[in-house]
Each structure stands twice: as C-alpha cells, then as structure tokens.
C-alpha cells in the first residue's frame, strides 16, 4: 500500500456520493466483503481498496457472462 492521503478515507455517505449509490446498497456490499475500516462503532472506507473491490467484482460478474454465453452457465 502507498501513502495514504486522508481524503481517500471516506464516510459511507461519502462514498455514497462519490460513486452515486444508496447508502442501503452500500451497506449490502460491506456484507459482500467490501472493505472497510472499522474502529468501534466508527466505519470508514479507503477509496483504493473499494475501487479495486469494486473492479474484482466487475471481473467477476464479465467472466460469468463469458461463461454463460460459451454455454457454460448451469441449466
């Protein structure tokens, strides 16, 4: 990991702003394993992990989609 630079610590509704969605949502994908920080009752999220979070998800969900459409997908 490089510096960390304090405005790549986020708040939820931070984070919620910044990449457009719900709060709930987010919430969901915390439960999903996206990362975050978490010190008592204090949540917080490092923008680089999320995005790469977000981006194996991404990765994820194409490979399906590969898998599905090569007649792969489960019947």
């Known amino acids: 990991m490089g510096k960390i630079k304090f405005e790549d610590i986020l708040t939820i509704e931070q984070l919620s702003n910044k990449i457009d969605i719900d709060v709930k949502t987010l919430k969901k994908w915390r439960e999903k394993g996206m990362p975050?920080?978490?010190?008592?009752?204090?949540?917080?999220?490092?923008?680089?992990?999320?995005?790469e979070w977000m981006v194996q998800q991404n990765d994820?969900?194409?490979?399906?989609?590969?898998?599905?459409?090569?007649?792969?997908?489960?019947?």
């Open 36 to 51: 975050a920080i978490v010190i008592d009752k204090y949540v917080r999220f490092y923008w680089p992990s999320v995005l």
């Open 60 to 75: 994820g969900a194409n490979k399906e989609a590969r898998s599905e459409s090569k007649g792969g997908g489960e019947k």
